[in-house]
């Protein structure tokens, strides 16, 4: 998926959220498959499990059968049709998580030849704000940040200023 494209912005304020917010050495499941922020996790001294790949709509057992302190969802809320239902069946009593924002200026993203890789919503922040507050979960901290490509054109312009990602961290009620 990165072959090409490897997010170094987007991994270093991550990375930094990250080390604002949860202790190095804690126990974390992050949702999705192993990946290369998986191992910029490991690298920075946390304990990662990730899950399996399984479709987290149908199967929540990774994370009410987890022993994690905190559970991480890099991008990973947009591309579930409920994501309330696994928010809600978190055992952890920390979230990390982020989402791409929705954009006025393009559609959603959908790629035509990988089903796993297409997003059912792309949130406002205030939608995602709601969806945690209803899933029992706190935000104690958020940020909001932009996503520049290296490209000519209109959507590029206005990508220098208009915040893409949105990460926060929350604490179960």
Known sequence: MYEKTFPNKRYAITARFLKNTVPTGAEILDLGVSNPFSEIMKAEGYSVTNTGGEDLDLDTSAVKNTNAEVVTAFEIFEHLLAPYQVLKDIKATKLVASIPL??????????????????????????????????????????????PVKKIGFRPLLRLFTPRYYIVYAERK
């Open 102 to 147: 929705r954009l006025w200026f393009a559609p959603a993203y959908r790629s035509k030849t990988d089903m796993w890789d297409r997003h059912y919503h792309e949130f406002e922040d205030w939608q995602f704000d709601w969806l945690l507050e209803k899933s029992g979960w706190e935000i104690k901290k958020r940020e909001k940040f932009t996503h």
